[in-house]
């Protein structure tokens, strides 16, 4: 029985780190730009479903070689959002930018709609027993799901504290007028943060679609779970997110020993309530800021 | 042209016309014959049509000749509306053949119930149709009777305890009632039961909560990619265990999906003897007039659907809907189709017999008891 608890444990963290991974890019355009990025959600898909695109005919390439082109070309569609859609706005009111982001995700779903249809895809990976550890069962795609949530963050961590890059971000993720009245380029920090949110995404929506399937509401669901973790580290906190998106995957994951599986969902609906109500500045209690 | 030729052309092809199409019956058929169920559409068309070119060779009905006006419905539900409103509104018709998919077939039966047009399906086997109304009726198996199956191959397999997992929606949920209310009733006892979401990727929480029980047995009641799913997470999970899995499972794509891990799943089918001399008949005459071509899926309904349709009419000796109803009622029982027996209970449905079918070396083959 106590093998069962731990195994919801472990499909929690494997199921967090992928949250985490979607809820970090997602603190960080709005630390930056301090609006909430609702396409977020499709740059997931696309990745996926790029993904998808060079593992199948014509290109055929092995799903570990595909993911480069793949995540390539999510990075340069994050790029472009910002380039066509929300630079031009910069400027003026923030619930044009929002309003902006929502449109742009319904045009970006319908669009994989358009090319790859409504229904589920499967990357066709044969299916493997998983390792088991004293009765414990891991995939190896889960395995890598936490893997590349701990190498991403890593690399995270030491761009902050030890790049000057990391530095001008920080900056202007604390007063964006002041970085660039200081001499801090706006544009490096513009494509780092697009870069950085776009590559965490895709990769997230890869290891997602590898370890289960995908279909076109796949970001939509996933960015849920991302707001949750948001909300819970605080806005723009980024260590907030992490850790946001670790507590709303164990969370969900265990509340299954206690209701059925079908509303396993509603955790995350219900964290967003309660801590809108509660403590809207999220658990840390730190309010804006890439810390 | 003066007004007179004019008037003379029109009273000529009026004539002309009642002259070609006296002595006929009409019956409707809303078919899939463009869109994604095409591919189903031509076959059942071509059963049809060869079911009603032997009633007119044996003498039509009561001398009349027996046509069948197909509309296409696109495959969608909406096609389905359009092209019933047109046979209802525009031809006439009192008959009219219903759609393959449930879906469209729930979408037309309340303009037939409400405008008293005899609908008959011949592929739809949602639990919900049987309570469309008086006048739809279907020679397709309900579903519902599908849930007896599952529970008698549960019991005749030795299995007495199972756990219960079914998808989330009308037909699944009637279909686990009438499993459980079967299997109750013949000493078994569910350990577990849980209904999973339709559409998701990811059920690995489900599949815990049954592995929990560590059962020897689990009856999912579910669809094609729903059920790969759970069949490979499971697998990944270490669950072993014996699959119980009804006809809506029984698909090669659902081996594709989940490869070998549909491997040894035992699950049910509605089934008719191809022994049988009608069967045989159907086989003959199909072969016949389309040499070479297989004889389609669901082909064999679509003929006892018109050749049933054919005794009734010839029975009520009109079209008018609610003597065809009553004939219709009258004439099935204890009728012979080639697939089985087709006598109409009061609610429009048949009776049916259910095979079993497994999955072996990456193949859907009959299930067979072994000694």
Not at chain 1, 10 to 26: C, K, R
Not at chain 1, 224 to 245: E, Q, R, Y
């Amino acid at each position: 029985m106590s093998a069962y608890y731990l195994q919801l444990v472990v499909n929690g963290i494997v199921a967090g780190s992928v949250y985490a991974m979607f809820a970090v890019g997602l603190t960080m355009v709005y630390g930056v730009f301090k609006f909430i990025n609702f396409s977020h959600g499709e740059l997931i898909t696309w990745g996926a479903y790029l993904g998808l695109m060079f593992s199948s005919p014509p290109f055929s390439l092995p799903i570990y070689l595909a993911a480069v082109p793949a995540l390539g070309i999510t990075v340069l569609l994050g790029l472009a959002q910002d380039w066509f859609i929300y630079r031009p706005l910069r400027q003026s009111n923030p619930v044009a930018l929002l309003i902006a982001s929502i449109g742009l995700s319904y045009f970006m779903r319908n669009a994989i709609r358009l090319i790859w249809g409504s229904d589920f895809q499967t990357f066709n990976l044969p299916a493997a027993r998983g390792m088991s550890f004293g009765g414990i069962y891991i995939t190896p795609v889960q395995v890598m799901m936490v893997s590349a949530a701990v190498v991403f963050l890593t690399i995270l961590y030491l761009l902050f504290t030890r790049t000057i890059l990391g530095k001008s971000l920080r900056a202007a993720s604390d007063n964006m007028e002041l970085a660039d009245i200081m001499g801090i380029s706006m544009t490096r920090v513009t494509i780092t943060v697009w870069v950085l949110a776009s590559l965490f995404a895709a990769t997230g929506g890869i290891l997602l679609a590898m370890d289960t399937n995908m279909d076109p509401m796949m970001g939509m669901a996933s960015l849920i779970k991302a707001f949750a973790a948001v909300l819970i580290g605080g806005a723009g906190n980024v260590w907030g997110a992490l850790l946001g998106g670790m507590f709303i995957g164990v969370a969900e994951n265990l509340s299954v020993a206690v209701i059925s599986p079908g509303y396993k969902d509603f955790i995350s609906f219900a964290l967003i309530f309660i801590l809108l109500l509660v403590r809207p500045t999220g658990i840390f209690g730190i309010r804006g800021g890439v810390r | 042209m003066g007004k007179f030729t004019a008037g003379f052309i029109c009273a000529l092809s009026v004539f002309w016309a009642g002259a070609v199409f006296a002595g006929t019956v009409s019956v409707g058929a809303v078919t899939p014959l463009t869109g994604k169920l095409a591919v189903y559409g031509e076959g059942f068309q071509q059963a049809m049509l060869l079911a009603a070119e032997e009633i007119n060779a044996s003498g039509g009905i009561n001398g009349d000749t027996l046509e069948i006006v197909f509309e296409d419905n696109n495959s969608t539900s909406k096609g389905s509306v359009s092209a019933i409103r047109k046979l209802i509104t525009i031809d006439k018709l009192t008959l009219v053949f219903g759609p393959a998919a449930s879906s469209n077939f729930l979408a037309i039966c309340p303009i037939a119930q409400k405008n008293k047009t005899i609908l008959i399906g011949a592929e739809s086997a949602a639990a919900e149709i049987t309570k469309c109304g008086s006048y739809v009726f279907r020679v397709f198996p309900s579903d519902l009777l599908q849930g007896t199956g599952v529970s008698e191959l549960a019991s005749s397999l030795g299995y007495k305890e199972v756990v219960l997992t079914y998808v989330n929606n009308d037909w699944g949920v009637g279909l686990a009632e009438v499993f459980k209310r079967q299997f109750l009733a013949s000493g078994g006892k569910i350990i577990d039961e849980l209904a999973h979401a339709e559409g998701k990727t990811d059920y690995r929480s489900e599949i815990l909560r049954i592995k929990r029980h560590n059962p020897k047995v689990v009856v999912n009641l579910t669809y094609i990619k729903e059920g790969a799913t759970i069949l490979k997470q499971a697998y990944e999970t270490g669950l072993n265990t014996q699959w119980l899995m009804g006809s809506a499972s029984k698909s090669p794509k659902l081996v594709a999906l989940a490869g070998k891990t549909a491997e040894g799943i035992i699950g049910t089918y509605p089934t008719f003897s191809q022994e049988s001399p009608e069967y045989q008949a159907f086989k003959t005459a199909w072969e016949k007039k389309y040499s070479g071509k297989k004889t389609p899926i669901f082909g064999e309904y679509n003929y006892d659907m018109v050749k049933l349709t054919a005794l009734a009419l010839r029975d009520a000796g009109s079209v008018d809907a609610d003597t065809v109803r009553e004939s219709l009622l009258k004439v099935s029982q204890g009728y012979m189709g080639t697939t089985g027996d087709k006598s109409f209970d009061e609610n429009g449905d048949v009776g049916a017999t259910y095979g079993r079918w497994t999955v072996k070396d990456g193949a859907i083959i009959d299930y067979q008891v072994e000694k």
